[in-house]
């Protein structure tokens, strides 16, 4: 049935799926075939039949590339034999270690392996411990085991660091050179109380041109982003360990920076009361908060504060309160910018863009990276006002670059696939929400369905839903537009510091200014990378690229690869410290509602800890259950009883997987807990010690049993104490 090549993705419970090259459905490995292959290997396929449901089964012809990466798992002693059990449950074969080859680390130690022998049908793969990283349970081991899990740079290169160290440690004289000088005016970083690096400074001021009737109103918008690309230059160990990162990975306590400290902290962030480069784009926005005139210049800035997200809110929300009177020769300007803030929203409203009620939480940990609490963000105006802005600057640099007509990086994100679309609207029918969505929908008809629904118990989840009904955004040389913000062109500007797109877009916009063209340049290190899934396909048909375009292109693909990585890593941080936040609740009752549902069971958020687990669908009752895909639900044949996204349920945390990220909930059976429902109170019921060790107990033998197997708003400004510098007003480019 033909030949393929592809990468293998292994599946935690034995079997494989081959992501073709050429992009066509992936090719299901069976266990057996598995046992010759590892995740991530580069295999060649051959199709030799096809399931029910038209997906192809294929058996490996070829091993072309093994992955060389190290893996990650815990040194165990079984059966007389040493053997290291990836964390990674996708590698599917525990990995047998010579007793000369331990490095010396104990029994349960958290070691880094690498191949000496690569699997066969007949055997286990063969390794050396390469590092001993430490306990399971040492303070910040989960983000040591996810930046190996998913191969994070974590360690800058010796010439990357010696050329960071040489860097002077201001600005100097020469750096001022053709640069407008906006030190005197105040502007302000606006960040979280737990920010580091500030790579964006804002300020507005009331701005008027003309007499009489026909005199413009509106505001003067400056947003002052940090001039990276000052210090890091094309070709140069800053630049490859920044294009190799291509973003920096957040987790909770740390951070794996995309530049070194000196820059990411230092020169580069707009600290307050010193002198800082930047790239500027300085704005004419209008009462109805269209942008009138813009331009861009390089520009020499000094942070008159660095105020916090509470702060601000604080200052909107009373300019007589003691947040308003210590800041008070900046709350004129606060003020500007609200209001400024607030014209833009007219213009957010008119343009159909999407703006969903979803909530995000914050992992707050103590002193050890253990989980204290999980709390909502609180998203204030103070949060609105800076995003608007960051908006602003986002799409002029967009148009800049488009009108100019030089390749650049867009960010790009494309509406509902009409599979998608379908099945939306499936689901939101049988939620209530009766619609007809469109069959190119806009996204004005999304916003309209998030704010018909904005009111409801279960907005939350519609809101999820229509978020998850759209493809996800990434970066291209092919401008196609952003359609949750409804933008004609769009692209990232606001943070060179932890982002390589807007390092390019930087690089891009002082070259248009210049008259010059910027090239990227190949290299081995600046490589496209390989194919990931869920990565975009050239569509059918389409003409062959130029060489420019295409190493743009590559470059594009690089850094959505790396974005999808940093996500993936940041995450499963996350869900590993929620599974070992969850253990101490075993037996516990808790209300949730129910966020997703599949063929196997229904998926519950948790209220009061906002941790999401599984009820799988033998832990409903004792009748059978059958999944309609067109509602979205799951329906008792005998008693009718249906569980759809929105449901209220009450559910006993039974199990915890640390190493599969898993929490496992059973559904308390009606009339247990209801007085503690209507209450929204928790309970560990009698025994509840007992069952946890029993649940132990019974994760130590499954594992056992595994490996086993595996095995055969505005007020006067007040004057600048120093006259004015000349500064250009943005007039010469005019939106049409």
Not at 89 to 101: E, F, M
Not at 109 to 123: A, C, I, R
Request: net charge neutral; aromatic share 6%; hydrophobic share 35%.
């Amino acid at each position: 049935m033909g030949e393929y090549e592809g990468r293998v993705e292994g599946h935690r419970d034995g079997h494989g799926l081959v992501f073709l090259d050429h992009g066509e459905a992936p090719v299901y490995l069976a266990p057996q075939e598995m046992r010759s292959v590892l995740h991530r290997d580069r295999v060649r396929v051959r199709i030799l039949r096809h399931d029910r449901k038209g997906r192809p089964e294929g058996r490996v012809l070829d091993i072309l590339e093994r992955r060389k990466t190290p893996i990650i798992g815990r040194l165990l002693h079984e059966g007389g034999q040493w053997l290291v059990a990836p964390e990674d449950s996708r590698y599917g074969q525990d990995i047998l270690i010579p007793k000369n080859a331990t490095a010396s680390a104990a029994v349960g130690k958290v070691v880094s392996v690498e191949l000496t022998e690569p699997p066969s049908l007949h055997s286990q793969p063969v390794g050396r411990v390469a590092e001993v990283l430490g306990e399971i349970d040492d303070a910040g081991m989960e983000i040591e085991i996810a930046v190996r899990k998913y191969e994070v740079p974590h360690e800058f290169s010796a010439p990357t660091l010696a050329q960071a160290a040489s860097l002077p440690e201001r600005v100097r004289p020469a750096d001022r050179r053709h640069r407008v000088d906006l030190t005197d005016v105040p502007l302000v970083t606006i960040d979280g109380e737990d920010a580091r690096d500030f790579d964006d400074a804002v300020y507005c001021e009331p701005f008027k041109r003309g007499r009489g009737k026909t005199a413009f109103e509106g505001w003067r918008l400056i947003v002052a982003i940090a001039d990276v690309s000052h210090y890091v230059k094309p070709g140069e160990p800053l630049d490859d360990d920044a294009y190799e990162r291509a973003t920096s990975v957040y987790f909770p306590r740390r951070v794996i920076p995309m530049l070194p400290e000196k820059l990411s902290n230092g020169l580069c962030s707009l600290n307050p009361q010193v002198e800082r480069l930047a790239m500027v784009c300085d704005m004419i926005v209008g009462t109805d908060g269209r942008i009138d005139a813009y331009q861009f210049y390089s520009g020499v800035i000094n942070s008159h504060a660095r105020l916090t997200y509470t702060e601000v809110a604080a200052v909107l929300a009373n300019t007589r309160g003691p947040e308003a009177e210590r800041r008070a020769d900046l709350v004129p300007h606060l003020l500007h910018l609200h209001e400024v803030y607030r014209a833009l929203l007219k213009q957010r409203a008119r343009r159909g863009a999407v703006d969903f009620e979803t909530t995000e939480t914050q992992i707050v940990c103590d002193d050890n990276g253990r989980i204290e609490k999980i709390v909502p963000r609180t998203r204030t105006e103070a949060h609105r006002l800076i995003e608007e802005s960051m908006l602003a600057a986002n799409v002029c640099a967009a148009e800049f670059i488009a009108q100019a007509e030089h390749p650049c990086l867009f960010r790009v994100h494309e509406g509902p696939t009409p599979e998608k679309r379908i099945a939306l609207q499936a689901m939101l029918r049988s939620l209530g929400v009766a619609v007809n969505l469109s069959d190119d929908p806009r996204p004005a008809e999304i916003q309209a369905i998030a704010q018909a629904t904005q009111d409801r118990p279960d907005a939350t989840q519609i809101h999820t839903l229509l978020l998850r009904s759209m493809q996800q955004a990434i970066y291209t040389v092919h401008n196609s537009g952003h359609f949750g913000l409804a933008y004609e062109a769009y692209t990232h500007f606001t943070s060179p510091i932890r982002r390589y797109p807007d390092l390019l877009v930087h690089r891009v916009i002082k070259a248009v200014l210049a008259g010059r063209r910027y090239h990227l340049a190949a290299s081995e290190k600046t490589r496209a990378p390989e194919p990931r899934k869920g990565g975009r396909l050239p569509a059918k048909g389409a003409k062959p690229m130029s060489q420019e375009t295409a190493l743009w292109e590559a470059a594009g693909g690089h850094c959505s690869a790396n974005e999808r990585r940093a996500d993936e890593a940041s995450r499963d941080v996350e869900a590993w410290l929620k599974c070992r936040y969850m253990r101490e609740h075993l037996g516990e009752e808790f209300s949730g509602t129910v966020s997703a549902v599949t063929a196997f069971g229904l998926f519950v958020t948790l209220d009061a800890l906002y941790v999401d687990g599984l009820v799988h669908i033998t832990e409903l009752g004792g009748e059978y259950y059958r999944f309609d895909e067109a509602r979205g639900e799951l329906r008792g044949e005998r008693t009718g009883i249906r569980y759809a996204v929105g449901a209220r349920v009450r559910v006993q945390v039974s199990r915890v997987d640390l190493d599969g990220r898993k929490i496992d909930f059973r559904m308390v059976r009606e009339g247990e807990g209801d007085k503690l429902l209507a209450r929204g109170e928790r309970v560990r019921p009698a025994g509840a010690a007992a069952e946890l060790a029993q649940v132990q107990a019974s994760d130590r033998a499954e594992k056992a049993r595994t490996r086993t197997a595996k095995s055969g708003p505005a007020e006067r400004v007040p004057r600048s104490r120093k006259p004015a510098p000349q500064r250009p007003v943005p007039k010469a480019r005019t939106r049409r």
